[in-house]
């Protein structure tokens, strides 16, 4: 069974910066679309960014200027780093990752909590 461990969420005032992090099966690491979702208290889960195998990536309208995803293939690694964090983005966030249908693969989640 594939497990993706993330680690790296926690309590930050606003304005502040946390990286979260989630290790993959180097086996297919290098080959999964690696993407960051969050679930906030009565809203449903969206997709925050993704980082596709080639390198390319992509955001949310909301956190384009302020969130990075990256990738470390030799790590097996994906990183989300946040700056100039708000409340509204206080969320369970979710690692996925991503080969096919059938090979779509997630983190325990991990919570983030930005305070006022």
């Known amino acids: 069974q594939v497990q993706l461990v993330e680690s790296g969420g926690g309590l930050v005032q606003a304005g502040g910066s946390l990286r979260l992090s989630c290790a993959a099966p180097s086996s297919i690491f290098s080959i999964m679309s690696m993407k960051w979702y969050r679930q906030a208290p009565g809203k449903q889960r969206e997709l925050v960014a993704a980082?596709?195998?080639?390198?390319?990536?992509s955001y949310l309208e909301s956190v384009k200027d302020r969130f990075t995803i990256s990738r470390d293939n030799a790590k097996s690694t994906v990183y989300l780093q946040m700056n100039s964090l708000k409340p509204e983005d206080t969320a369970v966030y979710y690692c996925n990752g991503y080969i096919r249908p059938g090979r779509d693969y997630w983190g325990q989640g991990t919570q983030v909590t930005v305070s006022s």
């Open positions: 980082i596709f195998s080639g390198g390319t990536t």
